[in-house]
């Protein structure tokens, strides 16, 4: 299966580590839990997950785990990914008439629509990109990424919900 939208690093990290802990319970719930010559495997294992985990919500929310002062917007690592990126291509060339009205974002435009990506959940991004913006149908998103027709509508449903949340 190949990925139709590409991953900013902090969404590759955060996949990566999410499979590495899932490697490691794996790994966990293979030991004999009975035999003493398995528990200091079993400790290592143990600290290791902990450590997965408490990097996973670092990268997920942008501050350290535990502190209570730091950055207290969440995905800021997303954020400051699509508020670099020049995310929306320019279509002017691409529409006949535009009335010669000028197609731009300003800075404070390109800020929403980054903190409305930054919300959503790789998958949400995922479809809802290739739905709207590359006007693929649900069923074929589907195919592309290996999940139900429904799973899909339930993505861009989230995503609609968001994008309706962040800007009422």
Known sequence: MREAVSLDWADR?????SDGRKELKRQADQLDRDNPNNADDLTLINGMIENMNFSLEWLET?????LRRGVDK???YQRQYFESMDLIPDITDQIDDINEKELYMTREEKIILADIFASFSHRERQCYILHVGQR????KIADEIGVSKGTVQGYIKRAEKKIKERIS
Do not use: A, D, H, N
């Open 74 to 76: 969440s995905r800021i």
């Open 13 to 17: 990290l955060i996949r990566e580590y």
């Open 62 to 66: 942008g501050r350290q785990p535990g």
């Open 136 to 139: 693929m149908s649900m069923g």
